[in-house]
């Protein structure tokens, strides 16, 4: 054990989400145990390209105690029901990666078994007509109310689209109200203890000492604290994920915001599309090494819907991950503790299940090599299999119209990506991991939508007769289509519960 002592000051370097999504949360749940003290300076721009997220950021809100509405209003936010993918399989193609559920289980067999039998009869060839959430977006309705389906109740699982910097701002207005100490300035040096080499405080620019017991590394790319002061190091995983740039840009909306993310292929890349109540954030993720700067800032801005509201911004990037998380007395979340592209909108989730997990092994009487082993080995397997979806988008393909999608083709990929594609191939058998972000519809829905092809389907799937299975899935698909249309338009909903107009 360390000879830190008990652990009461938390010292947070940078603002923007990461700073105050912690921020917010010690201050709420460790009320009264911990003192947090976040530096930022305003000069200091954020990324704010992750206005995109997934169903788990309701969990975290609701510890907080926010309400819904409230926050959507907040935020200019809208209701995201799922991804829309274009072109990715192949030019032409699209479907929906969406958070719910396709049907329901029959016994101990998962629903895609029965589908895989029944999908040659064309009444039942498409999988997301038995997906409410599916059917909800396609019809640009929305409603969070359940509806029986069946002997179950069915729901619209669903997540956000909003404005990054006003994320940041109402989790502000939150931590301050909680206690959270801030302090303006750029941080000019990380002191550290002589011998052991712990982070003992931040001297900003205006020779300010912050001093404290543990650190939160949120200072973005640069990782200031992890990398700059402890020499972490960094996995490169570009071999897999070789996009390396990004060119973003709001533009004004054309249309009433769409309840789900769109996420365009082209021929080095791929274009996000995220609707907010005020705006649509746009970008171009793409690979420098297969496309210039310039060729790829004009084909994202050939592609707008709308008039761009501000000049695109060049972000850089190289994915991958920190050796460590947690290092001797800092714990890197956001930008400093690694990069994912956001293709499925996981930077937000990645900041909150850090938080969480450090909730989790907070040191009491002082830093233990237990818990910080334990942190990263959680945190990494995390990062390991998001990595590990976003390749398969890449890999599962049938585009050879550009050398970028040929070498994503013909790469080698890692070892449980293939067992998994080859499970699936075989019989429909889809295993969840541990620390697995994405459940097995997600698995599913994306193995189908990029052209991964299951040979059969489990035996006992072949309990219902032709007649019995045909009823059901005819039911079924009723009863979900039915609820779909007794919901109001996305717009609507927002206009009546939660719109920031005016507000």
């Known amino acids: 054990m360390t000879d830190t002592g008990r652990i009461r000051r938390v010292v947070i370097a940078g603002g923007g989400t990461a700073g105050w999504l912690t921020a917010a949360a010690l201050s709420h749940l460790m009320a009264g145990i911990v003192e947090v003290h976040l530096v930022e300076s305003e000069e200091i721009g954020i990324v704010g390209v992750g206005e995109a997220t997934i169903p788990q950021i309701r969990t975290y809100n609701g510890a907080l105690g926010i309400d819904e509405n409230a926050f959507v209003r907040a935020t200019q936010g809208t ?85 990054a910097a006003l994320y940041a701002k109402f989790l502000r207005s939150l931590s301050e109200a909680a206690g959270v100490r801030r302090t303006e300035g750029r941080i000019a040096a990380v002191e ?29 790319f640069r990782g200031l604290l992890i990398e700059g002061a402890l020499k972490t190091g960094y996995q490169d995983w570009s071999h897999w994920l070789p996009c390396d740039r990004a060119w973003a840009v709001p533009t004004r909306n054309v249309a009433p915001p769409r309840p789900y993310t769109q996420s365009i292929a082209h021929e080095a890349g791929w274009q996000w599309r995220i609707p907010l109540q005020h705006r649509t954030g746009n970008g171009h993720v793409f690979c420098s090494a297969y496309i210039s700067e310039d060729e790829a800032c004009a084909r994202l801005m050939g592609n707008l819907e709308g008039e761009a509201l501000a000049e695109p911004r060049l972000i850089r990037f190289l994915t991958g991950r920190r050796n460590k998380f947690w290092n001797k007395n800092v714990v890197a979340l956001g930008l400093a503790s690694g990069f994912l592209e956001p ?5 937000i989730h990645l900041i909150q299940s850090g938080v969480s997990r450090l909730l989790a092994l907070f040191p009491h009487t002082g830093i233990d090599p237990a818990q910080i082993e334990e942190y990263n080995r959680q945190c990494g397997l995390e990062f390991e299999r998001i990595r590990d979806f976003i390749i398969l988008h890449y890999h599962a393909t049938e585009r050879t119209d550009s050398a970028f999608w040929r070498d994503r083709r013909a790469m080698q990929i890692p070892e449980d990506l293939a067992r998994k594609m080859a499970l ?80």
């Not at 080499?197 to 973005?220: H, N």
């Not at 059901?472 to 039915?482: A, E, P, Q, W």
Request: with cysteine.
């Open 79 to 163: 209701f995201k029901l799922g991804i829309a993918f274009l072109n990715w399989r192949r030019q032409g193609h699209a479907y929906l990666h969406t958070f719910g559920d396709a049907g329901m289980p029959l016994g101990r067999t998962p629903f895609h078994h029965y589908w895989l039998r029944a999908r040659t009869d064309p009444r039942f060839a498409d999988l997301w007509t038995f997906n409410p959430n599916a059917q909800a977006a396609s019809s640009g309705r929305f409603s969070p109310q359940p509806f029986p389906m069946g002997s179950r109740t069915g729901v619209v699982a669903h997540a956000f689209h909003f404005d």
């Open 192 to 220: 550290q203890h002589p011998e052991s080499g712990y982070v003992t405080g931040v001297r900003l620019e205006t020779g300010v000492l912050v001093s404290g017991d543990l650190f939160i590394d949120c200072s973005g």
């Open 343 to 347: 293709l499925e909108s996981t930077s």
């Open 424 to 503: 699936f191939a075989a019989n429909g058998v889809i295993y969840r991991d541990q620390e697995d972000l994405f459940t097995e519809s997600s698995w599913l829905q994306v193995m189908l939508g990029q052209g991964v092809e299951p040979r059969g389907y489990h035996p006992m799937a072949d309990q219902l007769s032709d007649t019995e299975l045909a009823g059901f899935l005819t039911d079924l698909n009723g009863v979900i289509t039915r609820a779909v249309r007794m919901m109001p338009s996305h717009e609507d909903y927002i206009a009546a519960n939660c719109s920031a107009a005016g507000s």
